[in-house]
Nanobody, 120 residues
Framework: QVQLVESGGGLVQAGESLRLSCAAS????????MGWYRQATGKQRELVAD???????TYADSVKGRFTISRDNAKNSVYLQMNSLKPEDTAVYYC??????????????WGQGTQVTVSS
């Protein structure tokens, strides 16, 4: 019904930048909150950033000032610009969206994850 496709992950060196993209498709009437979570090996999944439809943002303290979340409602997409990457940013990153479908059901959907690895 609703699918999320993530892209942009990869291997970079500390201090470099990476941009993640997530595009939603399917029976979408409205995209509400959109966000990014990450999960490092052996650790709990944590919120990285969140953005409302109106553009209000929330960031984890560990990434504030380095990461920027944005969205393009016309493209049903959310992005995460990651600058000054650190080895501790290494994780699988998941996008998530709250979708109101064309049948007026509202549910949360998750992408399959994209690996970000930052080497020292």
């Amino acid at each position: 019904q609703v699918q999320l496709v993530e892209s942009g992950g990869g291997l970079v060196q500390a201090g470099e930048s990476l941009r993640l993209s997530c595009a939603a498709s399917g029976s979408i009437f409205r995209l509400n909150n959109m966000g990014w979570y990450r999960q490092a090996t052996g650790k709990q999944r944590e919120l990285v950033a969140d953005i409302t439809r109106g553009g209000s943002t929330t960031y984890a303290d560990s990434v504030k000032g380095r990461f920027t979340i944005s969205r393009d409602n016309a493209k049903n997409s959310v992005y995460l610009q990651m600058n000054s990457l650190k080895p501790e940013d290494t994780a699988v990153y998941y996008c998530t969206v709250r979708v109101t479908t064309t049948t007026y059901r509202t549910s949360d959907y998750w992408g399959q994850g994209t690996q970000v690895t930052v080497s020292s």
